[in-house]
């Protein structure tokens, strides 16, 4: 029950009753005397909307679409499910809910988490971690035949690869469009996320050997596409899936190459230190964020191990 603390001043119409009436529903006008001292209304069965919600709701049964800052700036942290493991139990499968398999530590799918937040699917799309050192048999034997992640259990179907379901999830579900309409930007988006594979094992090689020549002509090329477009930080200006590609590993790469390395990615790049800033105010993407220590440290045992 909603209670409402109204403390009114004045006398209304004329009534022959000096007691506050009672009313099944409200009304422009009912005719009663209100005395001066605060008034108590109860509303059983209310239900209270907090500010984010009224906003979206405030629109007299049409349907409201949210912007894209606006779901990017939407706070709480989300209470993340533990990762299943060999002795963990499926979930009901298949069952018209849809699912979102992923691992926390993996930036791929990363892509996909990211791209879920942004578009404000977290009631929508349900989050299913995987241990993948110790993968359940079922997720190979039922969901996911490939046995990676992320994958998406959507109308009956799975669906895999990363950077198919960045652009899957953007263009089948609710929510503000993360790709551009421009086509000169549109044809730009392609060259870049047909670039990610590339960029990732150049930065990759170079993390195995003594130098920096590889990593160099990588980050200048990220620093030259993020110089394209002035009507934004970000690679296309406004946010995009090209800066959804590019995030997980950027976020990997920066730290351990700082660490371990003592490279400085964004020294001489202002755009590529611009963007790292204008990322970190992105709550969608920082929610899905591992603490940096421990992506070094992953990546030290991945890379010094095979010195």
Request: charge should be positive; glycine fraction near 4%.
């Amino acid at each position: 029950m909603a209670i409402l603390n109204v403390s009114l001043r004045g006398t209304a119409a004329s009534s022959s009753s000096s007691s506050l009436p009672s009313w099944p529903h409200l009304s422009n006008s009912v005719p009663f005397s209100l005395s001066k001292k605060p008034v108590i209304a109860k509303f059983p069965n209310t239900t209270i909307l907090s500010p984010l919600k009224l906003r979206l709701q405030a629109s007299f049964g049409k349907k409201t679409r949210a912007s894209l800052s606006a779901i990017m700036a939407t706070g709480g942290q989300e209470v993340l499910p533990p990762a299943l493991t060999s002795t963990s139990d499926p979930p009901p499968l298949f069952d018209g809910k849809t699912r979102l398999y992923i691992s926390y530590q993996c930036p791929y799918a990363q892509r996909a988490w990211i791209s879920r937040n942004c578009k404000g699917l977290e009631e929508k799309i349900q989050l299913v971690s995987i241990d993948l050192q110790d993968r359940p048999a079922w997720y190979k034997e039922k969901v996911y035949p490939p046995n990676k992640v992320p994958s998406l259990e959507h109308n009956n179907e799975v669906k895999g690869e990363s950077l198919d379901l960045i652009r899957y999830i953007d263009s089948h579900f609710e929510g503000p469009s993360l790709f551009p309409d421009d086509p000169a930007k549109r044809e730009f988006a392609e060259e870049l996320l047909s670039y990610t594979d590339s960029f990732n094992k150049s930065v990759f090689a170079s993390f195995k050997e003594d130098g920096t020549e590889a990593a160099d002509a990588a980050f200048d090329y990220i620093e030259t596409a993020l110089s394209k477009f002035e009507d934004g930080p970000f690679f296309l200006g406004t946010f995009s899936l090209v800066d959804i590609a590019y995030a997980p590993f950027l976020e990997r790469f920066q730290p351990f190459s700082l660490e371990v390395k003592k490279y400085d990615i964004t020294a001489g790049r202002p755009k590529l230190a611009a963007w790292f800033e204008e990322m970190n105010k992105n709550l969608a993407y920082k929610k899905t964020r591992r603490d940096p220590k421990e992506l070094v440290e992953s990546y030290k045992r991945r890379f010094l191990a095979q010195k």
